[in-house]
């Protein structure tokens, strides 16, 4: 049999300041996993809230009528999977019978901060 030396492994003291210099690596990498979770969820937000303006437009386009843009522009909640809600609201400007009119659409946060827009030109078809 071999008699054993000292350094056959990790002594207590040393796993405990391993263990120490991996907490202080840890504890400097919170503050930055932290902003990105939270810019995650911000940009999440927005390309929900992006989405949504979109189909808004499809529908717009799908039935170009200035009732029907008058309608999708009006206020209304739609939720993105936070616990706040987002408000889309529009105007449209130039509706006639027969022409282009603009429609814009904005998605605002409760406290009114704007979190995404979209602006389309929708074609308004002629009544029979």
Do not use: W
Request: net charge negative.
């Amino acid at each position: 049999m071999h008699p054993r030396s000292r350094d056959d492994g990790f002594s207590l003291v040393e796993v405990i300041i391993a263990m120490f210099l991996l907490a202080l690596i840890a504890v400097a990498l919170l503050p930055a996993l932290v902003d990105g979770t939270r810019y995650s969820s911000g940009q999440s937000a927005v390309a929900t809230a992006t989405r949504h303006l979109h189909a808004l437009v499809e529908d717009a386009r799908a039935n170009p009528t200035c009732g029907n843009l008058t309608a999708i522009a009006a206020e209304d909640d739609f939720n993105v999977g936070t616990e706040r809600p987002l408000i889309s609201k529009g105007t449209v400007t130039n509706c006639v019978a027969k022409g282009a009119a603009t429609l814009r659409l904005v998605a605002v946060d409760a406290h009114g901060d704007r979190v995404a827009s979209v602006e389309a030109l929708i074609y308004i078809k002629p009544a029979p």
